[in-house]
T-cell receptor
Framework: QKEVEQNSGPLSVPEGAIASLNCTYS??????FFWYRQYSGKSPELIMF????GDKEDGRFTAQLNKASQYVSLLIRDSQPSDSATYLC????????????FGSGTKLNVKP | DVKVTQSSRYLVKRTGEKVFLECVQD?????MFWYRQDPGLGLRLIYF???????EKGDIPEGYSVSREKKERFSLILESASTNQTSMYLC?????????????FGPGTRLLVL
């Protein structure tokens, strides 16, 4: 079982819609969770992190964490074609804070 | 602004060659990492370093070695390149510890081994 699992997609949404990206993790002791965006041919860039149960909002982005169910989500409101990218979920190793586990990413296509 | 740079964007090497990939960060970060990224497999940690001359194996260290002689520089070495090492290599850095500290990535080196 992988430490972090994501649906590879592609997920297609029309412009202006809400895109919902999901990630599950296997280690119940995990505490810190990160969402990265990666444009084709580019390196990952951090969108936001979350470590408390519930929702965390930053502009059009909302991260949701449910530790009991071991999943973390990223919602993108008012999706734009410029949001088209691969979104990587990352979980910090709870036993070695220097290490991260990454999912394989979900490809999002926002259609004009 | 955090800056992580990598010595090459694209590299073509032949099987059996020794390959050096260099990474430099300018934010005085303690931690530095080397990942490879392959379609469908995501980012996999090769090695990381938490201090000068200190290193720890990641999930796929076989066929690789690393060197960290200075805090800002972390090198990945392929002792004898093989075709299955064709991949995108990403370097990252971060501050040590803390639940909120994230990693900052370099632009990546796309390596092709013929």
């Amino acid at each position: 079982q992988k430490e972090v699992e994501q649906n590879s997609g592609p997920l297609s949404v029309p412009e202006g819609a809400i895109a919902s990206l999901n990630c599950t993790y296997s280690d119940r002791g995990s505490q810190s969770f990160f969402w990265y965006r990666q444009y084709s041919g580019k390196s990952p860039e951090l969108i936001m992190f979350i470590y408390s149960n519930g929702d965390k909002e930053d502009g059009r982005f909302t991260a949701q964490l449910n530790k009991a169910s071991q999943y973390v989500s990223l919602l993108i409101r008012d999706s734009q074609p410029s949001d088209s990218a691969t979104y990587l979920c990352a979980v910090r190793n709870p036993y070695n804070f220097n290490k991260f586990y990454f999912g394989s990413g979900t490809k999002l296509n926002v259609k004009p | 602004d955090v800056k992580v740079t990598q010595s090459s964007r694209y590299l073509v090497k032949r099987t059996g060659e020794k390959v050096f990939l260099e990474c430099v960060q300018d934010m005085d970060h303690e931690n530095m990492f080397w990942y490879r990224q392959d379609p469908g497999l995501g980012l996999r940690l090769i090695y990381f370093s938490y201090d000068v001359k200190m290193k720890e194996k990641g999930d796929i260290p076989e066929g690789y070695s690393v060197s960290r002689e200075k805090k800002e520089r972390f090198s990945l070495i392929l002792e004898s390149a093989s075709t299955n090492q064709t991949s995108m290599y990403l370097c990252a850095s971060s501050l040590r510890g803390g639940t909120q500290e994230t990693q900052y990535f370099g632009p990546g080196t796309r390596l092709l081994v013929l």
